[in-house]
Each structure stands twice: as structure tokens, then as C-alpha cells.
Nanobody, 115 residues
Framework: QVQLVESGGGLVQAGGSLRLSCAAS????????MGWYRQAPGKQRELVAA???????NLASSVKGRFTISRDNAKNTVWLQMNSLKPEDTAVYYC?????????WGKGTMVTVSS
């Protein structure tokens, strides 16, 4: 089992920045991919940024140049630095950890970007 706790969401004006954190606990040694997804109202959940198995990084084209994902393996923590935020970034952001064939999810943190 893996538990994920997110923090750092909130309300920000367009052009502003937020930093999300995700702390993992439990069987973290089994995690082979970890990152962030988001779900806007009326839309499907989508990948934002993630560290994939093998160490590569996957970043959605809509956030390239604005968002950065980073991690501290010793702390089992992943961050999402979001700059130049746009109203279309408004969504619930979920931390995800992939363990073999299973996905674990945090409860989500709301990010609201006002125009």
C-alpha cells in the first residue's frame, strides 16, 4: 500500500505561481512512476507531469515551459512548480503513484486561477 498526501493548492490570479507537494508513505520502494494529474470540471483526468519508470519525465504539452516537476527520493516527495498560471489550469490536482499494475491516488488539491 502507498499513501499520498497533497498540499499547496489554492486561489491565484492569472500569471501567478503555486507549488504543489505530494508526500508518499507506505511501500514507497515499490513505486516505479509518480507524478501529477488534474481534472477540470466536466473533463477527464489528464496527465500533467510525471517521473516515469526508468527516470524519464513526461510533461503535458499544455504546461511545457510553465510547470516543472521535481522530487526528493530520500523524502519520497514530489513537487509541481506551476508558473504563469492560466484560468484553464483550474482543476483538482491529484498525485499519482504507479506500483506495477496498480495506481494509487491522493485526495486531490484544488487549484483555481482567476482571470
Amino acid at each position: 500500500q502507498v499513501q499520498l498526501v497533497e498540499s499547496g493548492g489554492g486561489l491565484v490570479q492569472a500569471g501567478g505561481s503555486l507549488r504543489l507537494s505530494c508526500a508518499a508513505s507506505g511501500s514507497t520502494f515499490r513505486i516505479n512512476a509518480m507524478g501529477w494529474y488534474r481534472q477540470a470540471p466536466g473533463k477527464q483526468r489528464e496527465l500533467v507531469a510525471a517521473f516515469m519508470s526508468g527516470g524519464s519525465t513526461n510533461l503535458a504539452s499544455s504546461v511545457k515551459g510553465r510547470f516543472t516537476i521535481s522530487r526528493d527520493n530520500a523524502k519520497n516527495t514530489v513537487w509541481l512548480q506551476m508558473n504563469s498560471l492560466k484560468p484553464e489550469d483550474t482543476a483538482v490536482y491529484y498525485c499519482n503513484a504507479h506500483v506495477f499494475a496498480m495506481d494509487y491516488w491522493g485526495k486531490g488539491t484544488m487549484v483555481t486561477v482567476s482571470s
